[in-house]
């Protein structure tokens, strides 16, 4: 199975901030990496298909990048409601795996 | 606008079966693969299993292989996830997802198995 590794687990930062979260699969993976968003009790929310490709009505302060093993989401000018777990996730081989997510709290 | 609406979660005791639903509407459901993904309390996301467009090719995760069966009725627009010997580690949120990279969720249901 291909391992997907976040860190960090969790950050603090500011409104304003920008926030950095990495990525590293066990195993290259061309750029089948998406990114989600999870707040408590919440269903994820898919921000990044293709490791670089924005989901429709999600908002530009989001990007994404990397290839091969190495990725990285990049939020921009961070907000109250961007405080929330994120994950990454590989759907080049199955079974299709996430990293372990990476809290962003205040 | 894309909705998927699971249902048929609840409270079994282990060794029991229970067999969940997730109606799709806004999208043409039969040209999609669909997933089953699931979440413990308090623990991040695994995948469950996955089905082809026309219900002919499946997987599962290892951890559930031989005791799940994941189905899709094009008809009716909904899939399925048959859970059969279920163990208390199975307990969870079961939420069905589109597209290999997930595109869209539902709300989750919520599997508790306990005796």
């Known amino acids: 199975d291909i391992q997907m590794t976040q860190s960090p687990s969790s950050l603090s930062a500011s409104v304003g901030d920008r926030v950095t979260i990495t990525c590293r699969a066990s195993?290259?993976?061309?750029?089948?990496l998406a990114w989600f968003q999870q707040k408590p009790g919440r269903a994820p929310k898919s921000l990044i298909y293709?490791?670089?490709s924005l989901q429709s009505g999600v908002p530009s302060k989001f990007s994404g990048s990397g290839s091969g093993t190495d990725f990285t989401l990049t939020i921009n000018s961070l907000q109250p409601e961007d405080f929330a777990t994120y994950y990454c996730?590989?759907?080049?081989?199955?079974?299709?795996?996430f990293g372990g997510g990476t809290k962003v709290e205040i | 606008e894309v909705q998927l609406v699971e249902s048929g979660g609840g409270l079994v005791q282990p060794g029991g079966s229970l067999r969940l639903s997730c109606a799709a509407s806004?999208?043409?459901?039969?040209?999609?693969?669909m997933h089953w993904v699931r979440q413990a309390p308090g623990k991040g996301l695994v995948w469950v299993s996955r089905?082809?467009?026309?219900?002919?090719?499946?997987s599962y995760a290892d951890s559930v292989k031989g005791r799940f069966t994941i189905s899709r009725d094009n008809a009716k627009n909904t899939l399925y996830l048959q859970m059969n010997s279920l163990r208390a580690e199975d307990t969870a949120v079961y939420y069905c997802?589109?597209?290999?990279?997930?595109?869209?969720w539902g709300q989750g249901t919520l599997v508790t198995v306990s005796s």
């Open positions: 997802a589109r597209a290999e990279y997930f595109g869209s």
């Open positions: 806004g999208f043409s459901f039969s040209t999609y693969r």
């Open positions: 089905i082809n467009t026309d219900g002919s090719d499946t």
């Open positions: 195993q290259g993976i061309s750029n089948y």
């Open positions: 293709a490791a670089s």
């Open positions: 996730q590989q759907y080049h081989t199955y079974p299709l795996t």
